[in-house]
């Protein structure tokens, strides 16, 4: 049940993906904002580096920022220092990390449940554990031609699941009518990014009304 991952042969889906919410609030500026000063951070499935980036830009503060992904294509643009692996199985020794960042990552697993015992395991005592997913009922404008897919980790379901793992877990939900699409291209980049395929996302994007407004849901769990 978790999100088919194409990030070593189709680097450029999640590029576009990047850019394909105009309009949506920078939620790594929002993750770096949270990051304590002299803190070891280590972001999971950490792609290009994006929160990497984020921090250098917003100018905090943390120690170190380690990112750990399974893709090698994805790995090589990051500015580093970062790591391949898989979030079921750290290489790093028990308490590790002040920080665990897990960003759209989870919902690619089967079972998010060892990832979330290994998250805890790396981190201190007391460590923050920062995760961020997409509801099932994201986007609702686009129901006629498109739905997420149903994963192990989405907004619904992750908060119980993380509950099991961390004794302390403040959820912050968002719903928001965010992102303007202006015209069909953008329509069709949208698809794309949420991994329908070009043509389909083609034609799909003719059927949809512009410019569109879509309500972004989802939420941020901060976990202790
Ligand atoms: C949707 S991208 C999110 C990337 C980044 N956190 C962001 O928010 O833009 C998901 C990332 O998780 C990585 N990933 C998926 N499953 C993984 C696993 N089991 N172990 C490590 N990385 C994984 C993918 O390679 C990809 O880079």
Redesign the pocket.
Known sequence: M?IP?D??DNPER?RR??TASPGAPD??ALLAAELPDGAAVL?????EG??SHAVTARGSAPRLVVG????AT?LRAHPGPAVR????ALPFGDGSFDVVV????L???GDPRP?LREARRVLVEGGLFLA?TIAHTDSPELAAVWRPARTAFDAEQAPELVRAVFPDVEIRPWDAPLVRLPDTRAVRDYLVARLMPPTEAEISARWVEVPLTVTKRGALILAR
Do not use: I
Not at 43 to 47: E, I, M, S, V
Not at 68 to 71: M, V
Not at 102 to 105: D, H, I, S
């Open positions: 978790g991952r990030y070593d999640y993906g990047m939620l790594y972001d999971l499935g950490c792609a994006v929160l750990l992904d399974r893709s994805m692996g898989c979030v079921t897990a960003v759209n990552c919902c690619h697993l990832a961020a």
